[in-house]
Structures are given as structure tokens and as C-alpha cells.
């Protein structure tokens, strides 16, 4: 068995973007080549652009580690920038044939696959998921690790500060990024790092950082000059949507952009329907948002991911009771400094907490600081409650440390976060989890009391303070308590899903269910967390998604 993954970033990335989906290629790439009977290759595509020649091409990747350099290929100067909000709401997530054509000369030239598998479409254009009509015996797989089909920020997280559980037919969008990049800046950024890479300058190197910041200077410099003179020279202003109509070359079709946002998403679900043979969600939550959104209820599985961590399962037991001998409670965030992710949240909420509750709890932040304002706050907390412990960022090797006085994880996630790792890697070690009723981590305890409303600072008080009063019962969560999936169950699985016969091109969908955004469901990871409002700056930092 042949297969294609594809993801928009490296799995071997220097820079360590893609954040939770990168991780999983990587493992998933590893373990499948380990087997007998399957060969692997793997496709990125949207940050690597040549400042010395134009057009996309597909190449072997010549940059980075030197490991798997046998089977690592990238599209250069693809039409569609990647990640996904650096080319916000671009027509080109959708059609665009000079990419669509360099991908099928890949499959032409590097196949036949037996199997294509998208862990994302950011940097390609949709229109790459016909490959069937060209390889009819291929097998198309789509795995949702965030919502990008139908949300162009990927995160269904609106404005950066609430759920979107209705885009009203693509008006929500048009206000939805409070900064949106120049594409040339992402561009000439992508190219300067794409040729230093090229010469074995890496990222992280002095010499990196001294031939990346100048060169970018000067880029922006450029670019400053043409928006104040070329731009404004000509007196016009563009229109937000135009295209040729199909009568005249000086006739330009002028229209709302909120249209475009409303055909994106209905293009993106089309092509799933019609062209994949199954759509792998990462949790059952996120199943949910997505038949929500249109994906055809027929062709949606829940693939829960494989997690190395799995083997700590077997090696911890469960705690027989949530508090300490002393009646105090020790729970632990562990992720992002953002607010899609709770963290905010859960500050608010902790320094909210009525005193008799704080003097009984003991708090583990493992996060990478963000600022010295979050940095005051977290030390404040230190005036009421019986103890704070904090560490600045961490390595997966030290989790078994960090956590080892740990009694309760908290994932207080305010998106549809599709299934975090850090939620796993604590479940793992048979931490009890007390979730928002949002995403897929929920669905580890599966348990009433441990889960309380998203963004409800008295909810999840009413459920501390429950716990601590003995009032629930870590029998019960850890009988209802998923086992976490080891890379080896994941594999099993996924095979099986390779092994099935592909959807003759006759038999696909070709219609798109209808949606109803009144229900409830839907959300984001924020990728925009940690950029600068400076386009330059902005450009340096490339943020990475989180899955």
C-alpha cells in the first residue's frame, strides 16, 4: 500500500509550526513506515516561495533535517498561502489551476497511491480533492483536525473573543480578524526564510536571525512603497470582489465580500461531499460541528488519535480521592497563553474564587509566558490560594514531573477545540479532567461532574467546590473514562479505513446537505495567538495552529 499525506507544514519543521497536527504526522509517517507492505510520502504546500522564479512547482525538500529526505516533498510558490489566515477568505482556497495542476503532476509523477490522506487543505486550493477524476482506484481521506473547510480562521473563533455558531451567510467573516496581513509582506517573508534555508542557514541561528531581519526590513520597505506610491498613484480603489465578466475585458463584476465568504464555505463542504470516500474527525464533537456545517452525516468517522503517552495508561493507577490528606485540591492548565483556549478564562475565574475555596486549592500553570502582565497576575494568585507553581513553557519529556502532584487537569477551552493533546497527556496519567462542554475532550470522562458550561466562572466554581466537599466520585469518572488510543490502536484503525474499496466517481455526492446554524455547536483554535500588529513583525513570528 502506497500512501500520500499531506499536511501544510514540514513534519520535520525547524520552526515546529502546525502545533498538534504537525506532531501527529510525524508519529503517524513513523509508525506507518515501520510496517510491513506500506510505503509513505508526504506533501506540504503554502510557505515556501522562491524570490528568484515564479509559478508553483513541486520539488524534494531541501532544507531542514537531512532525516526522511527520501520521501519529504513541498509545492513551491503555491497560489494559496498558508496557514490559512494569511490568505484570509482568498478566492484561491478554492480554484486555483496552476497549483491544482503542479499537485496532479506530483501524483502523476510519485504515484499511483493507493491512498491520499489530507490532514488539511490549507495551502492547496479545494479544488485538488477531484484527483479521483485522474486516479479513479485512489482513495481520499480527510481528516478534520480543525474546521478550516468551513471557517477561513480555521477556529470558528470570532474576532478572537466568542464561539461562531453562525457566520450569517459569510457577513461575520468580513469583521472577523482584527489585522489581516499583506500577502506580498507573508510572500517575501516566506521567500527570504525559503532561500536562507536553502543555503543551510537554519532557524534559531544567529546567522538566520541576521540575514532574515534586514532582508525582511528591506522587503517592507519595498512594499511600503509601492502601496503610498503605485496605489495611491492610480486614484482608484479596488473593488473587494471583482472578476472579469464573461462579456467584457473592461467590465469588472463588483460585489459585497461577505458573498465570497458564503461561496467558500459552500465550495469547501461540494468538494468534500462529492470527492473524499470518508472524512476522519478527531473526536465525536467535532462529527458534530462538522454535519452542522454540511459534511455529509455518510462519510463522517470518529478517529480518535494515537498518542505515545498511551503507555502511561497501563503504568499509573487513579488517585482514590481528588483531595489531599490536608483537603486541598491540586489542579493544572497546561497549553497556551490564549484566550480561545480558556486561559483567560480560567484567570478571571481564579481570582474570582470565594477565599474559603482558594485556601484549599493549589495551582500548576505550565505555559509559555506570554507577558509580564499575565506573569503579575499568576504571582497575585499566590495572596489567596494555598500555593502556586509555574513553569515557563515545558518539554513532553517533563511531563511526568511536572505533573506528578497533580489531582485534577483542567481544559477550560471556550472553542470547539477538536481534542487538545494536553487533555490526553493528562488523561494518560490517569489525571481526572474537568472539561468545558466544548470540543472533544469531554469525551475522555465522559462525566457529568466534570464538566461544567463554557466561559461560566460559577459553573466551574459550583464544580470545584463540589469536588472538594467530597460530593463526586473518581469511581465513577474512571468507569466511564475513555482509554486514551496508543499509536498502534490509531494504526489499526486507520488501516481499515485505507483497506475499503474507493466511492466510484458515479456513486459520490454530488449535493450538499442542508445546514442549520441555529443548533448549537461550533468554535476555534485562535492561530492568530502570539503575532504582532506589525505586518513585518508579523511576518517574522508566523504563528503556528494549534489543533
Not at 543551510?200 to 546567522?207: A, D, E, L, Q, Y
Not at 499575565?374 to 514531573?401: K, P, W
Request: glycine share 6%.
Amino acid at each position: 500500500m502506497k500512501i500520500l499525506f499531506y499536511n501544510w507544514v514540514d513534519y520535520l519543521d525547524d520552526e515546529k509550526r502546525g502545533g498538534g497536527v504537525t506532531v501527529y504526522q510525524r508519529n503517524t509517517i513513523q509508525a506507518m513506515r515501520a510496517e510491513d507492505g506500506i510505503s509513505c510520502v508526504f506533501l506540504s504546500s503554502g510557505i515556501s516561495y522562491d524570490v528568484l522564479q515564479n509559478g508553483p512547482r513541486w520539488e524534494r525538500i531541501k532544507h531542514g533535517p537531512s532525516e526522511d529526505r527520501d520521501i519529504r516533498f513541498e509545492i513551491v510558490n503555491s497560489g494559496v498561502l498558508a496557514p490559512s489566515h494569511h490568505s484570509f477568505g482568498d478566492e484561491r482556497q478554492t480554484t486555483e489551476p496552476a497549483t491544482a495542476e503542479v499537485f496532479m503532476d506530483f501524483l502523476r509523477k510519485n504515484g499511483p497511491f493507493d491512498v491520499v490522506h489530507f490532514n488539511n487543505l490549507e495551502g492547496l486550493p479545494a479544488d485538488v480533492l477531484k484527483l479521483k477524476e485522474h486516479f479513479p482506484e485512489t482513495r481520499v481521506i480527510f481528516s478534520l483536525h480543525n474546521y478550516y473547510p468551513v471557517c477561513p480562521q480555521v477556529n470558528l473563533w470570532h474576532q478572537e473573543r466568542e464561539n461562531c455558531e453562525d457566520f450569517d451567510n459569510g457577513r461575520k467573516c468580513e469583521q472577523c480578524l482584527p489585522h489581516q496581513h499583506d500577502t506580498r509582506i507573508i510572500e517575501l517573508a516566506n521567500g527570504v526564510a525559503f532561500n536562507l534555508k536553502k543555503r543551510g542557514v537554519r532557524p534559531g541561528t544567529k546567522m538566520f536571525d541576521r540575514g532574515f531581519g534586514p532582508a525582511m526590513r528591506l522587503a517592507g520597505r519595498a512594499v511600503g512603497f509601492y502601496n503610498r506610491r503605485i496605489r495611491k498613484g492610480n486614484g482608484r480603489q479596488t473593488p473587494q470582489v471583482a472578476s472579469p465578466t464573461t462579456h467584457s475585458t473592461l467590465l469588472r463584476k463588483v460585489e459585497r465580500s461577505h458573498l465570497k465568504f458564503a461561496r467558500r464555505r459552500a465550495a469547501m463542504v461540494e468538494a468534500i461531499n462529492t470527492h473524499c470516500d470518508k472524512v476522519l474527525c478527531v473526536s465525536d464533537r467535532v462529527g458534530v460541528v462538522a454535519s452542522k456545517f454540511g459534511i455529509a452525516p455518510a462519510l463522517i468517522q470518529t478517529g480518535y488519535i494515537g498518542t505515545q503517552h498511551a503507555s502511561k495508561y497501563s503504568e499509573t493507577s487513579p488517585k482514590s480521592t481528588l483531595t489531599k490528606p490536608d483537603g486541598t485540591l491540586t489542579l493544572a492548565f497546561l497549553g497556551y497563553m490564549r484566550h480561545d483556549k480558556g486561559f483567560f478564562f480560567l484567570l478571571d475565574t481564579l481570582e474570582t474564587t470565594p477565599a474559603d475555596i482558594a485556601a484549599r486549592i493549589n495551582i500548576v500553570i505550565c505555559s509559555r509566558l506570554l507577558d509580564q502582565h499575565c506573569m503579575d497576575r499568576i504571582t497575585a494568585l499566590s495572596d489567596r490560594f494555598a500555593s502556586v507553581l509555574f513553569a515557563d513553557g515545558y518539554a513532553h519529556n517533563q511531563l511526568d514531573e511536572l505533573l506528578s502532584d497533580v489531582d485534577l487537569g483542567v481544559i477550560p477551552v471556550l472553542w470547539e477545540d477538536n481534542l487538545p493533546q494536553v487533555a490526553i497527556e493528562m488523561h494518560a496519567r490517569h489525571i481526572p479532567l474537568l472539561t468545558s462542554d466544548l470540543g472533544g475532550a469531554q469525551e475522555l470522562g465522559n462525566t457529568a461532574e466534570f464538566t461544567f458550561k463554557a466561559d461560566d466562572s460559577a459553573d466551574f466554581i459550583r464544580k470545584i467546590q463540589a469536588m472538594l466537599d467530597g460530593e463526586v466520585w473518581l469511581e465513577e469518572y474512571w468507569q466511564n473514562a475513555m482509554a486514551p488510543y496508543s499509536m498502534d490502536d490509531h494504526l489499526r484503525e486507520l488501516k481499515d479505513v485505507y483497506a475499503q474499496p474507493a466511492r466510484p466517481i458515479a456513486l459520490m455526492a454530488s449535493a450538499t446537505p442542508e445546514t442549520n446554524e441555529d443548533d448549537d455547536a461550533e468554535p476555534i483554535e485562535d492561530p492568530f495567538a502570539g503575532l504582532s500588529d506589525e505586518e513585518i513583525e508579523a511576518a517574522e513570528l508566523r504563528a503556528s495552529q494549534e489543533g
